[in-house]
């Protein structure tokens, strides 16, 4: 049998610059040429703003799907951040596999890095800032078109055009889809069973097993 795997598009890195009133952000990335060092905390050359909020061991490395450009320009024409990769401020532009196909703890080869899914990635107001509009966070929120968060297992490097082969899936009934859905989509009513399963696994990064405890009210 043939393992899901992911092209990737593009690799960006980028450094915190003034964003909004005294606020600094990295969110605005740029693709990088040739091979990327891969380390604990991601990709070599990428910083954070906010480390409280971003970056570490669950959140080293961002993939948005490039999948879902065509929908957003679809949403948004006019908006010129979706000719390239980089709205939505990640680190991996990838093609071939969406939030629906990669599943909570699955193990990526990323050029000669292993990386882990750890939970997806939950909006917040600075993609609306971005954007210009008032309603990217809450479309992601609707419809968990929301990305990906790894955390690194192996360092190593990986370049654009590299296919990230699916090398483990240990849980394949959680889909990033229906663990964003479940943990931030509002639908956790519906599975109280599940929430609870997932506030005791240490694959989940360890903010989203705090949501699943307070969610299940545990």
């Not at 390239?84 to 629906?100: L, R, Y």
């Not at 078109?145 to 082969?165: H, K, P, S, T």
Request: charged share 25%; with cysteine.
């Amino acid at each position: 049998m043939t393992m899901p795997s992911m092209t990737i598009s593009a690799l960006l890195v980028g450094t915190p610059v003034p964003f909004r009133d005294g606020d600094h952000s990295a969110i605005a990335k740029r693709p990088v040429e040739g091979a990327v060092r891969i380390g604990w905390l991601g990709l070599e050359g990428d910083a954070v703003a906010d480390p409280v909020h971003h970056g570490g061991w669950d959140k080293a490395i961002h993939l948005y799907p490039q999948d879902h450009y065509g929908w957003w320009r679809g949403r948004k024409p006019d908006q010129p951040l979706l000719n390239a990769p980089g709205a939505f401020g990640e680190n991996i532009a990838s093609t071939g596999m969406t939030e629906a196909d990669i599943c909570l703890g699955d193990r990526f080869a990323l050029g000669s890095a292993i990386v882990e899914v750890s939970h997806g990635r939950q909006p917040c107001w600075k993609l609306d800032h971005r954007f210009g509009a008032r309603d990217v966070m809450a479309t992601i929120v609707k419809t968990a078109r929301c990305g990906v968060y790894f955390r690194v297992i192996r360092e190593g490097e990986a370049q654009a055009g590299d296919v990230m082969a699916l090398l483990e899936r240990p849980h394949p009934d959680i889909s990033v889809e229906r663990l964003f859905r479940l943990l931030i989509g509002g639908e956790h009513k519906r599975e109280p069973d599940a929430v609870r399963a997932l506030a005791a696994m240490p694959v989940l990064a360890e903010a989203w097993r705090k949501r699943a405890v307070q969610l299940a009210g545990m």
